[in-house]
């Protein structure tokens, strides 16, 4: 166990619908990063968050946003959602911005959205 | 622009025989590196990692990794393969104050015969 929650595990909705992920970081870690697994497109992040404040954005599209609350914990909106979006959603998070990179990130278990 | 590749998409080895995944990275000062494991319908599990040091680094369930600067490879290795290792592996870089971001390779999916 990673520490990381992600909900759901699984997300089937239409194109065009709105959808919320959400994830919860170990605990002590500020940073949370957003990744999408594609078959096309491999691994990609898509963006940082440390202590509620957006720190690096990736190939994130504008149909895409995210936050970090208070508490630490963060969601992934994904908006006017098309059948490209179908991906494996990842949340990881890390002390990396404190250590200058040299720690690990510790990954969820993955969001798996379709979009039919 | 910083980029990992993994040249090899599938490798099928017999349990019991050594294996070697390949990972190659550009990147102009040495990065930090990873190799972590997916199984499937799982996240991703850390195997090993390198920031500095002894080149030569020890994983989880008997995997190492060599770093060869001359190179600019990071290579996996485990000398006797289990059929639970089956999974896809993935190496990533991460960079120096660049708050933690890692860049994955595509991905080497390893099969295991018996």
């Known amino acids: 166990d990673s520490g990381v929650t992600q909900t759901p595990k699984h997300l089937i909705t239409a194109t065009g619908q709105r959808v919320t992920l959400r994830c919860s970081p170990r605990s002590g870690d500020l940073s949370v990063y957003w990744y999408q697994q594609s078959l096309d497109q491999g691994l990609q992040f898509l963006i940082h968050?440390?202590?509620?404040?957006?720190?690096a954005k990736g190939n994130i599209l504008e149909r895409f946003s995210a936050q970090q609350f208070p508490d630490l914990h963060s969601e992934l909106n994904l908006s006017s959602l098309e059948l490209g979006d179908s991906a494996l959603y990842f949340c990881?998070?890390?002390?990396?911005?404190?250590?200058?990179?040299?720690?690990?990130?510790?990954f969820g278990q993955g969001t798996r959205l379709t979009v039919v | 622009a910083q980029s990992v590749t993994q040249p090899d998409i599938h490798i099928t080895v017999s349990e019991g025989a050594s294996l070697e995944l390949r990972c190659n990275y550009s990147?102009?000062?040495?990065?930090?590196l990873f190799w972590y494991v997916q199984s499937p319908g799982q996240g991703l599990q850390l195997l090993l990692k390198?920031?500095?040091?002894?080149?030569l680094v020890q994983g989880i369930k008997g995997f190492e990794a060599e770093f060869k600067r001359s190179q600019s490879s990071f290579n996996l290795r485990k000398p006797s393969v289990h059929w639970s290792d089956a999974a896809e592996y993935f190496c990533?870089?991460?960079?120096?104050?660049?708050?933690?971001?890692?860049?994955f390779g595509q991905g080497t999916e390893l099969s295991v015969k018996p």
């Open positions: 968050y440390y202590n509620g404040e957006e720190r």
């Open positions: 990147y102009g000062a040495t990065p930090y």
């Open positions: 390198y920031f500095s040091g002894d080149t």
């Open positions: 990881a998070s890390s002390a990396a911005l404190r250590t200058g990179g040299r720690t690990e990130a510790f």
């Open positions: 990533a870089v991460g960079l120096y104050n660049q708050g933690g971001k890692l860049i």
